[in-house]
């Protein structure tokens, strides 16, 4: 039985950011040439300020992903020794070639995590294990894990309640398990754990994840549960200030870039934007026409939730595009996350262009970190990469 979309606290609408001095790479952004023989002036080329320490943030994460990577290749490796070796012919099998090299970089660069065994005169097969030190800090993420359930579970429930039909093609939740910290086997162990609160229904040959009860307690943004209502202003305008900042019941942080200088009419407009009120993302999203103002602001909203259900307030550009139809996002969602940079950053970084969510980091270090990326850090420390504490904002 799927659930039914509930009531949500205080249904509202919300106003989009004015037009920002922002620059696209697609051709039709170039500067118009005027027309004629006039002489009529060139608009002024509009700029997309970089965030240096965003793009920093995916550049520091290469190194972490790969050992990572290889801890989870030599623990999912078919030796089933307490010492859980990966012998180098697997490896290749699973990461290629020329991919192989690197980690074997990695390898002889850190002798402290990993050991090798094999070869030589012994005549064995050349073998890499974890060392006893790395072995006993990665037994620590069962604990983890375990931290992290109720945390999945509860994200999970709200990812299917904002949706528009309550249910999520299952290959789109796998598409972002990594993102969300979801265990590679969360069909088989996680989602039977809360038929409650999950199914899995096959409808027109595609399986869906689907919501079964539906709780108005969690119809409420990560944007919301920060607000504290009380410490409001009755006069909000005091609390207006040059960057943009509304203390506000429907503000968001906004976070400009250090190179940007908006003039007096854009926070103008911006305070308008900041104080008025929009739509619940938790509020079915064909109540809203979607060529509506309304409409497009409701998206600000939405693609703020779902970044902030992440572990790392991030996603790349082309997964949060795939969940277009179940979200109703916009159709040109590039120009929805430029137009609102101080609310959200694209970096082209990477393989892919990643989303920022800014006011979840201080400089290139997440703010809010769950258990299982506690446990990751913990780990990479062996490879003396130091961890970002962000209780007393020093770095352990």
């Known amino acids: 039985m799927l659930a039914t979309r509930g009531a949500t606290p205080k249904p509202y609408l919300l106003p989009f950011l004015p037009s920002m001095s922002i620059s696209s790479t697609s051709p039709s952004s170039s500067p118009a040439r005027p027309r004629g023989g006039g002489g009529g002036r060139r608009p002024k080329k509009k700029v997309y300020h970089r965030e240096r320490e965003l793009d920093h943030a995916v550049d520091l994460q290469k190194k972490p992903y790969l050992l990572l990577r290889l801890r989870s290749l030599i623990l999912s490796s078919s030796a089933s020794s307490m010492s859980r070796p990966l012998l180098l012919r697997d490896l290749e099998k699973e990461v290629g070639f020329v991919q192989k090299w690197t980690f074997l970089s990695l390898i002889q660069r850190h002798p402290s995590v990993f050991k090798v065994s094999g070869g030589g005169g012994g005549g064995g097969p050349i073998a890499v294990r974890l060392t006893e ?3 006993r800090i990665s037994d620590e993420e069962a604990l983890a894990r375990a931290l992290m359930e109720p945390i999945l579970v509860r994200n999970l429930r709200k990812l299917l309640m904002m949706s528009m039909d309550c249910r999520i093609p ?7 398990a990594p993102e969300l910290g979801l265990p590679p086997t969360f069909k088989t162990c996680l989602i039977p754990g809360y038929p409650q609160f999950f199914s899995v229904q096959n409808i027109r040959g595609v399986e869906y994840l689907c919501l079964e009860s539906w709780d108005s307690s969690l119809a409420i943004t990560t944007r919301e549960e920060k607000l504290d209502l009380e410490t409001i202003p009755v006069d909000a305008k005091k609390s207006f200030s040059k960057d943009g900042n ?5 503000a968001f942080k906004l976070k400009f870039p250090a190179g940007f200088r908006p003039n007096k009419k854009y926070i103008e407009e911006v305070l308008k934007w900041q104080k008025m009120a929009f739509p619940s993302p938790y ?4 109540q809203f026409e979607p060529a509506t103002p309304q409409a497009r602001k409701r998206a600000v909203a939405v ?3 779902l970044l902030s259900l992440t572990m790392e307030k991030r996603l790349t550009s082309d997964k949060l595009d795939a969940f277009h139809n179940e979200y109703k996002l916009p159709c040109k969602l590039l120009l929805c996350l430029v137009k609102n940079h101080g609310i959200f950053y694209i970096t082209n970084k990477g393989a892919r262009s990643t989303v920022f969510l800014k006011e979840a980091y201080d400089g290139h270090n997440l703010l809010d970190k769950c258990p299982l990326l506690k446990f990751y ?3 990479v420390s062996l490879i003396g990469r130091p961890c970002f504490d962000a209780s007393n904002s020093v770095q352990v």
């Open 133 to 135: 030190k790395a072995a």
């Open 170 to 176: 299952l290959e789109k939740i796998e598409l972002i």
């Open 246 to 250: 509304f203390l506000g019941p429907f």
């Open 283 to 286: 509020l079915n999203a064909r």
């Open 303 to 305: 693609l703020h939730e």
């Open 377 to 379: 850090d913990r780990f």
